[in-house]
Structure formats: C-alpha cells, structure tokens
C-alpha cells in the first residue's frame, strides 16, 4: 500500500545532499492511492478533469489570498525571488503560478538549460529507460507522444523528464533557442504525477493529458516540449507565439495550481546530458535544480 512506501527522497544539486519531500496533500494522496476507498474515489471523480477545473475555480477565489502566509511557514519558501510580495497577489492562484523578478533565474552558458525548477531525470536513450521511481517501469514512447511514426523518430533519443511540485516555480521555459511550432493537446485522466503514485503505475505519465510543442532548432533538430497535467491542475496556459523565434530560457507558459510534469525529448546522438543528472538518474533518484541551469556538458 502507499502509506507503506518509503519517503520521497532527492539529491539537490545546489547543496550536494540528499533532501526529504515535503509532500503537499501527501495524506490525501496515501489515501487516493492506497487505500481502497480512496481508489474508487480516484476512478471516479478525482482522475475527471472537471474536478480539477472546480479545484482551480476554487483557487481563484480572492479569499484564497488567506492561504498564503501558511503555505509560505509551512514550506519554507523564500519570497526574495517573487515579483510581487506575498500581499499582492490577488488569489492563491496568482501567487501559485507567480513572476520572477527579472534575473533570479540565470541562464548558464551550457548548451540546453532546464526548463523549470524541480526534480529531474534524465537518460541517453528514452529506449533503454526501465527504472523510474521503481526499477522495472518502463516509458512507452509511442503512447506517450501519441503516434508510432514520432516515437520511431525519438525512441532512441535523450529524454529528461521534470516533476514540479506544488513548492515550486511553476513557470516553464525553452531549454534551448529555436522556434516553435503550435502546440497539440492529447486528452486524456488527471491522475497525480508524484513518485507515490507513478510507483504504482508510471503510465499516467502517457494516459495524462498533455501538451507537444515542436521546437525547431539549429544544433538540436526538432525538440519535444512536453507538459503533462496532474489533478487539481486546473490548466495548462502557453504564452509563447508559435512560429516566432524563441531565446534559450524564454517562458514557455505555466500551469495553474497543482503538481505537474514537462518532459524533453531529443532526437539521437544530437546531445550529452550533464554528468550529476544521468549519475543520480542512473541511481533512480531524482536531481533538483532550477530552470536555467545547466542540463547538458558545455
């Protein structure tokens, strides 16, 4: 059962050290997950998407504002970073997907940054991964990126995959320059993308709904941008222009409340990722970082 698995654990690149997740709505999620009642609960409304959109309606709600401060305490959030102060935002949504102040997120000079604060994980060959969360789980590319002529292109690409928790930025950005094309939703459940229920069944990753936006680059090729929905996510917003060059670390968009995914796919032998993320990755432990990072060798 959930409640029987162990903590969630990452290594954080900034201090070095493994950390311990704070898990928002963990008893919730051990609940849904793991026991029987919260499962039938599950298949029944909380996987719909319209629970999700009353969640987010109820988030932006100005009373919402309340909820703030304690979230703030409970985390331990620094607000030095926010565009706004804390008594400026207008919901508990406005500050959920919130601005930065202009330079709080660097871009390194490596080739390909990341694309949003979180935990990653990255592998040479989206093909060969079979650990994730649990060893043994394995992608399925072509369900994933819902057409078999795509996944041939890609199976045997670099593929890094970032969790955002509820704590988190929850902007995304290009991890590289080039230029976008329209994005394609596949429709699909809202199931929770965290390790306590991706260990149980890692397809909700590909059964989620989701979003591809091709990235037409020079050095790369074509990179898979890729947002996966969660519950209580009540949206994916994209605020790019499709067509219209982009700069490597440029916003992408942000997703309303709610813990959520992007994943990156390149084509073959087009990159290296960095040396700490594939050793943690090859450990089966995910690797937090900010966006802007570096995700590649230089």
């Known amino acids: 059962m959930v409640s029987r698995v162990e903590p969630i654990q990452y290594l954080n690149r900034e201090s ?15 609940w849904a997950y793991g026991n029987p009642l919260g499962k039938l609960a599950l298949h029944s409304f909380v996987k719909r998407a319209f629970f999700s959109k ?3 309606r109820r988030m932006d709600a100005p009373k919402t504002t309340a909820k703030i401060a304690p979230f703030l305490d409970t985390y331990g959030l620094s607000t030095n970073d926010f565009e706004k102060k804390p008594e400026e935002f207008t919901s508990f949504n406005d500050f959920f997907y ?9 871009i390194a000079d ?4 990341l694309p949003a604060d979180g935990r990653h994980l990255a592998f040479a060959k989206a093909s060969e991964i079979t650990s994730v969360f649990v060893k043994g789980q ?6 994933l990126l819902g057409c078999p002529d795509l996944a041939r292109k890609y199976e045997d690409g670099p593929l890094i995959l970032s969790r955002l928790c509820p704590v988190d930025y929850h902007r995304f950005h290009f991890p590289c320059a080039g230029t976008p094309g329209e994005t394609r939703l596949i429709n699909g459940p809202l199931f929770s993308v965290s390790p306590l229920a991706l260990r149980q069944r890692l397809s909700y990753l590909w059964e989620n709904k ?6 037409v680059t020079k050095d ?3 990179v898979i941008c890729m947002e996966i929905g969660a519950t209580c996510v009540g949206s994916i917003h994209q605020t790019f222009k499709p067509g219209k060059p982009v700069t490597k670390g440029a916003e992408k968009g942000y997703f309303a409340f709610g813990g959520s995914s992007t994943l990156l796919i390149f084509e073959p032998d087009t990159l290296i990722f960095a040396a700490d993320l594939l050793k943690a990755s090859s450990e089966v432990i995910e690797l937090y970082a900010k966006v802007g990072t570096a995700a590649t060798t230089q």
Do not use: C, M, N, S
Request: aromatic share 14%; charged share 30%.
């Open 16 to 30: 070095g050290q493994k950390e311990t997740e704070q898990v928002y709505g963990e008893g919730f999620l051990r």
């Open 54 to 56: 009353w969640y987010g």
């Open 98 to 106: 919130r601005k930065l102040k202009p330079g709080a997120r660097p």
């Open 110 to 113: 490596a080739p390909v940054v």
């Open 138 to 143: 394995k992608f399925d590319i072509a369900g």
């Open 210 to 215: 989701r979003t591809i936006t091709e990235l």
């Open 220 to 222: 790369f090729g074509t």
